[in-house]
Nanobody
């Protein structure tokens, strides 16, 4: 069974930064995609960013391009989300997800495993 454990959420003022981490464990991994999604109160879950394990190809939602950076440490099966220039509208629960298929995607149903989520709150 795959486990995804997120960390790094918290409260930050607008314009500040946070770094989220997500570590995957529970099986041997070869190629996969890890992604971040978020869900604000009263809204649907939305895609944020994704990265491939092998070559590090990335995909971003338009709303975070230029502000967020996704990266990975393949040896540790860990993915990071560096969030800069945070805005109040970035406030949400952020979820890490893993897709065992090696194709970049922003579609939540394509992902096979999900973390429990970590709260990010940006105050104005």
């Amino acid at each position: 069974q795959v486990q995804l454990v997120e960390s790094g959420g918290g409260l930050v003022q607008a314009g500040g930064s946070l770094r989220l981490s997500c570590a995957a464990s529970g099986r041997a991994f070869s190629s996969y995609v890890m992604g971040w999604f978020r869900q604000a109160p009263g809204k649907e879950r939305e895609f944020v960013a994704a990265i491939t394990r092998t070559l590090g190809f990335t995909l971003y939602a338009d709303s975070v391009k230029g502000r967020f950076t996704i990266s990975r440490d393949s040896a540790k099966n860990t993915v990071y989300l560096q969030m800069n220039s945070l805005k109040p509208e970035d406030t949400a629960v952020y979820y890490c997800a893993l897709d065992l298929k090696p194709t970049l995607t922003g579609d939540a149903p394509d992902y096979d495993y999900w973390g429990q989520g970590t709260q990010v709150t940006v105050s104005s």
